[in-house]
C-alpha cells in the first residue's frame, strides 16, 4: 500500500485548476521545472536558516505533490506530451528529492551517511520505475517507501525538527529506517515488473 493510491482522487480535486491554467498558456514543463528550482531553492534556504523553518517543508511537500499531478494532467489531457517532457519530468523529481532532504544532514542526531543513504536509494528507486517501462513493463510506483510516501514521512521529521530541539539520539535510526525501505520499494517493483511481464507472455 502507498500514499500513491489515492493519486486518482486527487487529480479530480486539481482539474478545475488544470483547465485554468491551461487557458492562461502555462505549459506542463513549465511547470515541472518551476517546482524543481523552487524545491532547490527551500533546500539550500533550510540549510542556513534557523530549524522553525523546517515547519515549511511539510506545505511545500503538499504543494509539490499537487504540482506534479499538475504536469501530468496537463502534458496527457491538453496534448502537451513530449520526449522532452518524459526526461524533465523524471530526472526534476530526482534533483528536488536530493534538494529537499539534504538538509537533514545538518540536523543532528541525522548525518550525512544516512541522508545521503536515503538520496541514493531514492534515486534507484525511481530508477527502478523507469527501467520497467525499458523492459516493457509499465512505470512501477509502488510503495512501501515511493515519492509521495517519503513526502509524507519527511514532512512530519520536517514538523518534528522544527518544534523540538534538540532531537533525541535514538532518531538518527529512522533515517537508516527510511533508506531500509526504500530498499524494499526497490525490490518491490522490480518484482512487480517482472510479474508484469510474465503475466502478459
Excluded at 491554467?21 to 532547490?40: D, E, F, I, K
Excluded at 538520496?119 to 528507486?125: H, K, R, W
Aim: proline fraction near 4%; aromatic fraction near 12%; glycine fraction near 6%.
Amino acid at each position: 500500500m502507498s500514499i500513491y493510491a489515492l493519486k486518482a482522487g486527487f487529480q479530480a480535486l486539481l482539474r478545475p485548476m488544470v483547465r485554468w491554467l491551461h487557458r492562461l498558456g502555462v505549459t506542463a514543463n513549465q511547470v515541472t521545472v518551476a517546482t524543481c528550482v523552487v524545491s532547490v531553492g527551500l533546500g539550500e534556504r533550510l540549510i542556513h536558516t534557523p530549524r522553525a523553518w523546517f515547519a515549511l517543508l511539510p506545505l511545500w511537500m503538499l504543494i509539490r505533490m499537487g504540482l506534479n499531478a499538475v504536469d501530468g494532467m496537463l502534458a496527457r489531457e491538453f496534448g502537451q506530451k513530449s520526449a522532452l517532457g518524459a526526461y524533465l519530468n523524471e530526472l526534476t523529481d530526482v534533483v528536488s528529492d536530493a534538494a529537499l532532504y539534504l538538509p537533514f544532514a545538518f540536523v543532528a542526531p541525522f548525518n550525512w551517511w544516512s541522508v545521503s543513504a536515503v538520496i541514493f536509494a531514492s534515486a534507484m528507486s525511481e530508477m527502478t520505475g523507469v527501467v520497467a517501462v525499458m523492459t516493457g513493463a509499465s512505470r512501477r510506483y509502488e510503495g512501501p517507501m515511493g515519492k509521495s510516501d517519503r513526502a509524507f514521512v519527511f514532512s512530519l521529521l520536517a514538523l518534528w525538527a522544527a518544534f523540538q530541539q534538540p532531537l533525541p539520539r535514538w532518531s538518527e535510526w529512522l533515517m537508516w529506517m527510511i533508506a531500509a525501505l526504500v530498499v524494499v520499494t526497490i525490490a518491490g517493483r522490480i518484482r512487480a515488473g517482472l510479474r508484469e511481464l510474465n503475466h502478459e507472455s
